[in-house]
């Protein structure tokens, strides 16, 4: 079963900012499909959970992938935890077992061979969604109940920095729009900012990275002295007291571009976000980056 916290119950408008589904398409999907049920309170209105907001995401993949909504639910049949070769399908499978053996060997020789390999067959988007995010994500599960789980984490952690960093250096973008992109105070992994990173500059975008653990008071000063167009924050953890309620404000008043946050923290507290005066990107990368570049595209057709 889908297990559930009070910080996970999201409404049906918060649902909608976050995926870009309107809430009568998300209704829809429930009442004629059977996909997306929601949880009700004892008055009768919808909630979702990031679980929920993560199996959008799987919707609108297969969608944009050419699937029609009535056959998506076959493909959506098991909500459980499974081995993570077991999740997947085709080539996907063999790629994720082989990386997994790799990670629990400390091998980076063969993650290279499964890394290179992969990408010589699919772009770098598709190598993402389908092989880099599940294995991150599956070594995150494996911390509370198997030991040395905290060391590959941290193995494949330190790998994948080095692999996106080098991919983001040999492939600049001369032209597009600049944006400031790093991790939150107390945001040490800077996975989740790379890969953004990466989604961005395929959709056009340039980025400046600063990296992990960042002062906010630092951000828009950063950003003016660059040029960017944006400031976007990377948080997967629950920020201290006081950053969403006071530092942040503050950033986005000092800014002189808006202000985005992308990860967990932007499903979890959308509404003290949007409170601050900042925009969620929420925690699907694709999406995100395409939330960021429609926000941008106004002021860029604008000059």
Same mark, same amino acid.
């Given at each position: 079963?889908?297990?559930t916290?009070?910080?996970?119950?999201?409404?049906?408008?918060?649902? $909608?900012s976050?995926?870009?589904v309107?809430p009568?398409?998300l209704?829809?999907?429930?009442?004629?499909?059977?996909l997306?049920?929601?949880?009700?309170?004892?008055?009768g209105?919808?909630?979702?959970?990031r679980a929920?907001?993560?199996?959008i995401?799987?919707v609108?993949?297969?969608?944009a992938q050419g699937m029609?909504?009535s056959d998506?639910?076959?493909?959506?049949?098991?909500? #459980?935890?499974?081995?993570?070769?077991?999740?997947?399908?085709?080539p996907w $499978?063999?790629? /994720?077992?082989?990386?997994?053996?790799?990670v629990?060997?400390?091998?980076d020789a063969?993650?290279?061979?499964v890394?290179d390999?992969?990408l010589s /067959?699919?772009p770098?988007?598709?190598?993402?969604?389908?092989l880099?995010?599940p294995?991150l994500?599956?070594?995150?599960?494996?911390w #509370?109940r198997?030991v040395?789980?905290?060391?590959e984490?941290h193995f494949?952690?330190?790998?994948?920095r080095?692999k996106?960093? $080098?991919r983001l250096?040999?492939?600049?973008?001369?032209?597009?729009?600049r944006f400031?992109?790093?991790? $939150?105070p107390?945001?040490h992994?800077?996975?989740?900012?790379?890969?953004?990173a990466?989604?961005?500059?395929?959709?056009?975008?340039?980025?400046?990275?600063?990296?992990?653990?960042m002062?906010?008071a630092?951000l828009?000063?950063a950003a003016?002295r660059?040029?960017?167009?944006?400031?976007?924050?990377?948080?997967?953890?629950d920020?201290a007291?006081?950053?969403l309620e006071?530092?942040?404000?503050e950033?986005?008043?000092?800014?002189?571009?808006?202000v985005?946050?992308g990860g967990?923290?932007?499903?979890l507290h959308?509404d003290?976000?949007v409170?601050?005066?900042?925009?969620?990107?929420?925690?699907?990368?694709?999406?995100?980056?395409?939330?960021?570049?429609?926000q941008?595209?106004?002021?860029e057709?604008?000059?």
């Amino acid at each position: 079963m889908i297990k559930t916290n009070p910080g996970d119950r999201l409404p049906i408008r918060t649902v $909608a900012s976050l995926t870009g589904v309107l809430p009568v398409t998300l209704r829809a999907w429930e009442r004629r499909y059977g996909l997306i049920r929601p949880h009700r309170t004892p008055t009768g209105h919808r909630y979702y959970t990031r679980a929920h907001v993560d199996l959008i995401h799987r919707v609108l993949a297969l969608t944009a992938q050419g699937m029609a909504i009535s056959d998506v639910r076959r493909s959506l049949t098991d909500t #459980e935890p499974r081995p993570l070769a077991a999740r997947a399908t085709g080539p996907w $499978a063999r790629h /994720l077992e082989r990386m997994s053996r790799a990670v629990a060997r400390f091998d980076d020789a063969a993650l290279d061979e499964v890394y290179d390999e992969a990408l010589s /067959l699919h772009p770098i988007e598709l190598v993402t969604r389908k092989l880099l995010m599940p294995l991150l994500e599956d070594l995150g599960r494996r911390w #509370e109940r198997a030991v040395g789980a905290i060391a590959e984490e941290h193995f494949f952690a330190v790998y994948l920095r080095n692999k996106l960093g $080098a991919r983001l250096h040999h492939r600049r973008l001369r032209s597009g729009p600049r944006f400031l992109l790093a991790c $939150a105070p107390g945001e040490h992994h800077e996975i989740g900012m790379l890969l953004f990173a990466l989604a961005a500059h395929e959709a056009g975008m340039r980025s400046v990275l600063l990296g992990a653990d960042m002062p906010l008071a630092e951000l828009a000063p950063a950003a003016l002295r660059a040029g960017c167009r944006a400031i976007v924050i990377s948080s997967s953890v629950d920020p201290a007291p006081g950053t969403l309620e006071q530092e942040l404000p503050e950033l986005v008043a000092q800014a002189r571009v808006p202000v985005f946050i992308g990860g967990r923290t932007s499903v979890l507290h959308r509404d003290a976000v949007v409170a601050a005066g900042a925009l969620p990107l929420g925690d699907d990368l694709d999406s995100g980056a395409r939330r960021l570049i429609a926000q941008l595209e106004p002021e860029e057709k604008s000059k």
